[in-house]
């Protein structure tokens, strides 16, 4: 273990600690301000309207859904109180809170939720629409109750009420408008801990507290200030001033993570990215070139060492992965054929294959110095086992294209998996999915009948044991397929002041929001 | 010909170049690989085709090409930037938005770089050979040399993190609540560290130009008449040497100015500065068209302007050169 590595054990131990002791005693304490890095810029806060990222971080404290989900990805109560499902996973019915008020004071009840998801998210939000396509109609049965009936089972069908993936938004705003150009969007109304106050773009975004939120005596902290500094370097200064009191996942390049954690009164946490589940891997072009040939593909996964890289660039956080399922997604089958670091095992399957040093096209993704280097790492790794391999420098923009080509070799990137198979893992690997345009389907061309069967069948089985066993299957034979080259499970380490009580509750940690966070000042 | 007609003429050249400059971004910017609807669903994390063809739909990029053009430039205009795709709003208001934070900062460099700049320049050439050139010169050297991104870490780290005296980003204390003088004060706080870094590059700049420029009219045979007259050696630097030498660092400070609009990347990137520079790198990372070519026409215009006012001040420096 190196000293970064100690140093970042220890603060770790801190959060666990600082957590722990927070659970056992201590009373929460009433107000303060937290200020937090937020990078890039938000284009929008209306989280219907705009899925990514930093949109999530800031609105997560203004919207809510109906349910949240603990680090175990078991379901929790948020805008729902209870919910049941018919016997044969058919039928979902939610009861809601009777005291939810729109942060205009109105409201907010079933002909919301059913407003939208059958109006709103179904024009507005893509990842939500795949999962609409089960739903056979959404109705409010009272004002408090509502209920969505499938056309056939499905199986996460539970795991999509997550505040990112359905937004509950205010219909007595949006109905019979156009989404997109109502002025309401500068000011966004939703139901959670806090309200919005002001964006000052290219400085801040300042959020206020609900006093009339749903939750009795939540949330804590007074105002919440998101700073929008766009240097890595000076994000990480920003912290270290005292400026700034939590980075979210991310926010700093890895190799400042080490430095920061050995300041005093600084915690670590890997936590909170359980529902996302981010699994970073190469696309592997299996249409043409030394790739299209499997043993060529294995040669890939025995040449790296993929633990050195998690140890060395990532801080020893996060898990090498054994196939396409990440550890914390559900169904995950760890008896696969492994892949641990053999460059010899990887220089024999390339004869064998008759590798002839053919250049091998890499195209790193340009999040930044910590992708630039892990590329650099793996390309020394294959350069050792015979591979002739060349990087290629490339923008968002450039790397979106080339890919959307299919105009590549190997390229880096990582996805979330949102928790089961059939929402974030067999989109990449179902031959239907193989699409030109798009950075998120089957990039590598992967074809195979069985696996597009079994994916099939995993979505609507029922009940989970039906499940494990179809994945399992699944999982086998893309692993010794290799048809892309998996690299690591994500944790984006959150760095944060240990008095900053109660900042990870739930399995999206800091894009839930603040409202259960509080200050021990 | 009158000051008048010439100055006339040169807008109505300049209104063709920016013409030119706006078709020629147009094209420019739309043969980087990728688009806006790509980088958009791109960060969605999601994309499927009606998805993309929403957004395509949304921002006419589903239009033929030339169709795009005519539309664009109906609008430059009469002054319509469009709309950011991005940032969801209309250049115009974006761009008016960042330009006080931008020429705050520009142009306090811009004045601290001219004045100290032709100031050590001045110094370094009267007292040439002795220590004080070389110190200048050397001096100059070195920030000229280092990478600004470079200096504006060190200073962070230097004044804000170890000493404490200045805050590190940003150009007010956000939630801090000032008003009035304390807010000036504020705002001045967070301007010293940025406007020292991006002034420190063009005071090397102009202080080396002052300098070549001054060792070389001090050659001429007026100078050496005048020395040989016995007029004073400090009068013959202002009178006759400064003055001739200053014509390239005119040259040199309209440029600068030209470009003040365009904001300064590197600088307000590393401190945070809400200006136009940074606005303009985020636009170009996400394929913004209408905000980058709206930055881009709006500098493009300041910079035909101050080179117009450039050759204007020449006339009134050097009274040999003529508007023609």
Redesign the interface.
């Known amino acids: 273990m190196t000293k970064g590595q100690r140093a970042i054990a220890l603060a770790m131990a801190a959060a666990v600690t600082a957590a722990a002791g927070s659970a056992l005693a201590e009373e929460p304490k009433r107000g303060g301000?937290a200020?937090v890095v937020i990078q890039?810029?938000p284009?929008?806060l209306i989280m219907g309207l705009?899925?990514?990222?930093p949109t999530q971080m800031v609105a997560g404290n203004i919207y809510e859904s109906l349910l949240k989900y603990d680090q175990e990805l078991n379901p929790l109560p948020s805008l729902a109180t209870e919910w049941e499902v018919n016997d044969d996973g058919t039928v979902y019915t939610f009861h809601l809170k009777d005291n939810v008020l729109w942060h205009d004071g109105e409201p907010m009840t079933a002909d919301d939720v059913v407003f939208s998801v059958t109006d709103f998210l179904a024009e507005t939000h893509?990842?939500l629409?795949?999962s609409l396509e089960h739903v056979e109609n959404v109705e409010a049965l009272d004002d408090h109750t509502v209920q969505f009936t499938l056309k056939q089972p499905f199986g996460p069908f539970m795991g999509i009420f997550e505040v990112g993936s359905m937004p509950i938004t205010p219909k007595h705003i949006y109905e019979g408008t156009n989404f997109?150009d109502n002025p309401a969007?500068n000011h966004p109304i939703g139901t959670g801990p806090f309200k919005f106050a002001e964006w000052?773009?290219?400085?801040?975004i300042?959020l206020v507290r609900n006093e009339d939120y749903h939750v009795e005596g939540l949330p804590y902290l007074d105002?919440v200030?998101w700073?929008?500094?766009?240097?890595g370097?000076?994000r990480a200064?920003?912290y270290?001033?005292g400026?700034v009191d939590v980075l979210p996942g991310g926010s700093v390049e890895n190799f400042d993570v080490a430095r920061l954690s050995e300041l005093p009164n600084t915690c670590i946490t890997g936590g909170g990215w359980e529902y996302f589940s981010p699994m970073a891997w190469m696309w592997l072009n299996n249409r043409e070139g030394p790739l299209a040939d499997k043993r060529v593909r294995q040669a890939v996964l025995y040449s790296i060492d993929r633990e050195f890289a998690r140890d060395a660039i990532w801080n020893g956080l996060g898990e090498v992965p054994t196939g396409p399922v990440s550890s914390k997604v559900r169904f995950y089958e760890p008896d696969v054929p492994r892949y641990d670091y053999d460059p010899d095992k990887a220089r024999e399957l390339l004869e064998e294959a008759g590798y002839d040093g053919e250049e091998i096209r890499m195209l790193p993704l340009p999040y930044g110095e910590t992708w630039q280097r892990w590329a650099e790492a793996v390309r020394q790794n294959m350069q050792e086992a015979g591979f002739n391999v060349s990087m290629e420098a490339?923008?968002?923009?450039?790397?979106?294209?080339?890919l959307?080509d299919w105009d590549y070799d190997m390229a880096f990137t990582y996805?979330?998996q949102y928790g089961d198979p059939a929402l974030g893992v067999t989109r990449n690997y179902i031959s239907s999915n193989i699409?030109k345009?798009?950075?998120?389907n089957n990039v590598q061309g992967y074809e195979d009948e069985r696996v597009d069967e079994l994916a099939d069948e995993g979505a609507v089985a029922f009940p989970d044991e039906k499940r494990q066993e179809i994945y399992s299957e699944m999982q086998k034979i893309i692993v010794e397929d290799a048809p892309i080259a998996w690299l690591l499970e994500i944790e984006f380490p959150t760095i944060y002041r240990c008095d900053m009580k109660d900042l990870i509750q739930t399995a999206i940690g800091v894009n839930d929001g603040f409202g259960d966070a509080w200050l021990d000042r | 010909m009158g000051r008048l007609s010439y100055i006339t003429r040169r807008l109505v050249k300049g209104l063709f170049v920016l013409l030119a400059i706006v078709i020629l971004n147009f094209f420019l910017i739309r043969a980087?690989?990728?688009?806006p609807a790509?980088?958009?669903?791109?960060?969605?994390?999601?994309?499927?085709?009606?998805?993309?063809e929403q957004l395509q739909e949304?921002f006419g990029l589903n239009r033929p090409l030339h169709e795009q053009l005519f539309i664009y430039v109906k609008g430059i205009v009469t002054l319509d930037m469009g709309w950011s795709y991005?940032?969801?709003?209309s250049v115009a208001s974006?761009i008016g938005?960042?330009l006080p934070?931008t020429l705050l900062l520009t142009g306090t460099a811009f004045c601290i770089s001219l004045m100290f700049g032709v100031l050590m320049g001045a110094l370094a050439a009267a007292r040439v050979g002795k220590w004080t050139d070389s110190l200048i010169t050397t001096v100059a050297l070195i920030f000229y040399a280092t990478p600004l991104f470079w200096i504006a870490?060190m200073a962070?780290?230097l004044f804000?993190?170890y000493l404490?005296w200045l805050?590190?980003?940003?150009?007010?204390s956000?939630?801090a609540g000032y008003t009035g003088l304390a807010y000036i004060g504020d705002i001045l706080a967070h301007l010293v560290l940025p406007a020292l870094t991006l002034g420190l590059f063009y005071t090397a700049v102009y202080a080396r130009m002052t300098r070549a420029s001054m060792l070389e009219v001090m050659e001429m045979d007026y100078v050496k008449t005048a020395k040989a007259k016995g007029v004073a050696p400090g009068r013959i630097t202002r009178v006759h040497v400064l003055r001739n030498a200053l014509l390239p660092v005119i040259t040199l400070a309209g440029i600068q100015a030209g470009q003040m609009i365009g904001g300064a990347v590197l600088t307000e990137?590393?401190?945070?500065w809400?200006?136009i520079g940074?606005?303009m790198?985020?636009a170009l990372?996400?394929?913004d068209y209408n905000l980058l070519l709206g930055i881009f026409f709006v500098s493009s215009a300041m910079v035909v302007l101050f080179n117009l006012i450039t050759d204007l001040v020449y006339t009134f420096v050097d009274p040999r050169i003529e508007v023609s």
């Open positions: 301000t200020n890039p810029e284009p929008g705009w899925q990514n990222a893509p990842r629409r795949v997109q969007n000052e773009r290219g400085s801040h300042h105002e200030y700073h929008v500094i766009p240097d370097a000076s200064v920003a270290e001033n400026d490339t923008d968002v923009g450039g790397w979106n294209q080339r959307g996805l979330y699409a345009g798009s950075q998120w | 980087a690989p990728g688009d790509q980088v958009m669903a791109g960060e969605a994390g999601a994309s499927d085709e009606m998805f993309i949304r991005r940032q969801d709003q974006l938005q960042r934070a870490l962070i780290l804000s993190v404490g805050p590190g980003f940003g150009m007010v956000v939630g990137t590393v401190f945070a809400p200006g940074r606005l790198f985020d990372l996400q394929r």
